[in-house]
C-alpha cells in the first residue's frame, strides 16, 4: 500500500519528547567489565572536530588534515549550530564510525590500519568519507519546513567491498553506498581524454579502453530513497535481522519497508486515536530484536515498552508482552510523566535484555519479566530537586541514548556538564567520566568525576549548582567487539580506549 498522509501535523509533540536521564549519588569506584578494561582507566585516543563547509576545502587541499593528531584540532570557533552531533554509530566491524550532525551531513570516519597492532594507537579514527545526506525542505500543503537534521544513522552488515547505511531526518529515509575507486578508464573511442564527444568521421582506428590507477575517491551515493510515509517527525530506524527489511517510526506509528521497494511500505503499529484530543501518549523509540525477525519493541511517553510478534497479526496493535514498573506513590510529582518518559530503547546483543533511558534512570528488563526491572541504576538523581529550573529551561526534555558494550556487562548513557556514566552489571560499580575540550590531551587519564549534593565540597568535586547545562551528551557509541568508545558533544566527537598496561 502506498502511504499518503493527510493528516494535519502533529501538534507539539515533538518538542515534549523526551529523553531519559539518570545519576547516582556514591562516589565514582573503578570500573572493571569482563572484556578486559583492567583497572578501569580510560584514556583520550582522539578529539576529532566535525569537519565545517570551511575545513572540508582545506581537507581538499591538504591530505594531512585528515589524520586525526593535534594539526586537526584547530580553533573550530565558528562552528555553527549546523555543526552539532546528532547521531553517532559504529558499523558491525567498529572499523568505521558514522556521524550525523544538524546540518544534514554525515562524516564517516575509518579506523588506523597500523593502530591494529599497536595496543596504544588501536582507536585511531581517520575521516574516510563526508557528504550531504538530506538538504531542508518545505512542505507547501502543510505549510511545514523539514529540517535537514539527521536523526539516526544504522548501518547494513558488510557484503562486499563496499558499505551501506541508512539515514534520515524528520521524514525521509535514504540508503547510501559508500565505495571505493581506485581506478579510472582510459582510450575511450568516441570521447576525448577529457571527455568531449568526438566526431564520428574522425575516428579511423578501434581502441580498447583500459584502466589507469588513480588517487583513492570515496564515493557515497543514494541508492535508495523511502519518502512520503511518516505524517510525524521520524524517531527511530531500526534494521531487521533478515537484512531484506527495516522499520521507522514516528510518534504515532511504525512502518516495515523492504530494501527494495521504496514506494509503498507496511504499517505495523498505530496508536492515533481517532479524535486527537484522547491522545495520551506517543512512540518515543524502536527497535527490533537481533536475533528474531519477528520480534520488535517500541517505547512510549508514559514510561512503558511493548513487545510485539508479527506472526500474531499483520497490524501490531496489540503487544505480546507489556514491560511497566508501578510508580512509586512517594514520589509521585508534577514531572512525574514527563521524567518516566523513555527516550532510548536497546536490545542486548544476546537479545535476553532491553534497555530503557528515561531523564533519571537507566533500567534493564529481562524478557521473561513484565512487572518490573531486574536492574535500575541512577544517573543523576541529584537533579531531583533541580526539575523546576530544567522544566523552565527545556532541558527536561533532552532525549539521551544508552549503549550497551560488546559483550552486554557495561552500560554507558550520558549526563550533563559533558559526563558520561558507566554502570558494571557485574559489580555493581558505576563511574562518572567528563568528555571535555581542557582534557583532550591525547593519551590523557580520564579522571572519575564526582558530583558534590550538598554540604562541604572537597577539592576534586564539583557542585550541583555549577553543572553546565548546555553542555550535555546526548549521542554515545560502543565498539560492538572492543573497549572503544565514541562520545558526542556538540561538534565535538571523542574516542576513548580503556588502557592497557
Known amino acids: 500500500m502506498v502511504l499518503q498522509p493527510s493528516e494535519r501535523h502533529y501538534r507539539d509533540w515533538d518538542h515534549r519528547r523526551l529523553g531519559p536521564w539518570c545519576s547516582p549519588t556514591g562516589s565514582p569506584a573503578p570500573l572493571s567489565c569482563e572484556t578486559g578494561c583492567g583497572e578501569g582507566s580510560w584514556i583520550l585516543v582522539c578529539r576529532l572536530l566535525v569537519p565545517t563547509q570551511v575545513s572540508l576545502l582545506s581537507m581538499e587541499e591538504d591530505i594531512d588534515t585528515r589524520k586525526i593528531n593535534n594539526s586537526f584540532l584547530r580553533d573550530h570557533s565558528y562552528a555553527t549550530e549546523a555543526d552539532i552531533i546528532s547521531t553517532v554509530e559504529f558499523n558491525h566491524t567498529g572499523e568505521l564510525l558514522a556521524t550525523g550532525d544538524k546540518g544534514g551531513r554525515v562524516v564517516i570516519f575509518q579506523r588506523e590500519q597500523e593502530s591494529k597492532n599497536q595496543v596504544h594507537r588501536r582507536g585511531e579514527y581517520n575521516v574516510y568519507s563526508t557528504f550531504q545526506s538530506h ?140 479524535n486527537m484530543e484522547e491522545l495520551t501518549e506517543v512512540i518515543t523509540a524502536a527497535e527490533f530484536h537481533p536475533h528474531h525477525c519477528n520480534t520488535f519493541v517500541y517505547s512510549s511517553s508514559k514510561g512503558t515498552i511493548r513487545l510485539c510478534d508479527m506472526r500474531a497479526s499483520a497490524l501490531c496493535d496489540r503487544h505480546t508482552k507489556f514491560f511497566e514498573e508501578p510508580e512509586d506513590p512517594s514520589n509521585r510529582s508534577f514531572f512525574s510523566e514527563i521524567i518516566s518518559s523513555i527516550s532510548d530503547v536497546k536490545f542486548s546483543h544476546s537479545g535476553r535484555y532491553i534497555m530503557t533511558r528515561d531523564y533519571l534512570t537507566v533500567k534493564v528488563w529481562d524478557l521473561n519479566m513484565e512487572n518490573r526491572p531486574i536492574e535500575t541504576y541512577q544517573v543523576h538523581d541529584y537533579l531531583r530537586s533541580k526539575l523546576c529550573s530544567l522544566y523552565e529551561n527545556d532541558c527536561i526534555f533532552d532525549k539521551f541514548e544508552c549503549v550497551w558494550n560488546g559483550s552486554d556487562s557495561v552500560i554507558m548513557t550520558g549526563s550533563y556538564n559533558n559526563f558520561f556514566r558507566m554502570f558494571d552489571r557485574n559489580t555493581k560499580r558505576d563511574v562518572t567520566l567528563e568528555a571535555s575540550r581542557e582534557n583532550s590531551k591525547p593519551r590523557a587519564i580520564l579522571k572519575p568525576r564526582k558530583v558534590c549534593v550538598g554540604g562541604k565540597r572537597r577539592k576534586d568535586e564539583i557542585s550541583v549548582d555549577s553543572l553546565d547545562f548546555s553542555k550535555k551528551i546526548l549521542h554515545t557509541a560502543w565498539h560492538p567487539s572492543e573497549n572503544i568508545i565514541a562520545v558526542a558533544a556538540t561538534n565535538n566527537l571523542y574516542i576513548f580506549q580503556d588502557k592497557v598496561n
Open 135 to 274: 538538504e531542508p525542505e518545505f512542505d507547501y500543503l502543510k505549510s511545514l519546513e523539514i529540517e535537514e537534521k539527521i536523526n539516526k544513522i544504522r548501518w547494513l552488515p558488510q557484503q562486499n567491498a563496499a558499505y551501506f547505511l541508512l539515514s534520515t531526518n524528520d521524514k525521509t529515509v535514504k540508503l547510501w553506498k559508500v565505495s571505493e575507486r581506485d581506478k579510472r578508464p582510459e582510450g575511450y573511442n568516441l570521447k576525448d581524454e577529457e571527455g568531449r564527444l568526438r566526431d564520428p568521421a574522425t575516428i579511423t582506428t578501434l581502441r580498447v579502453p583500459v584502466l589507469r590507477p588513480m588517487d583513492l575517491m570515496v564515493e557515497a551515493t543514494p541508492r535508495r530513497v523511502f519518502a512520503n510515509a511518516h505524517t510525524y517527525h521520524i524517531n527511530s530506524i531500526s534494521v531487521n535481522s533478515d537484512y531484506e527489511t527495516y522499520m521507522s517510526a514516528d510518534d504515532l506509528r511504525i512502518n516495515l519497508w523492504n530494501f527494495e521497494i521504496t514506494n509503498q511500505s507496511f504499517n505495523i503499529v498505530d496508536i492515533k486515536p481517532a
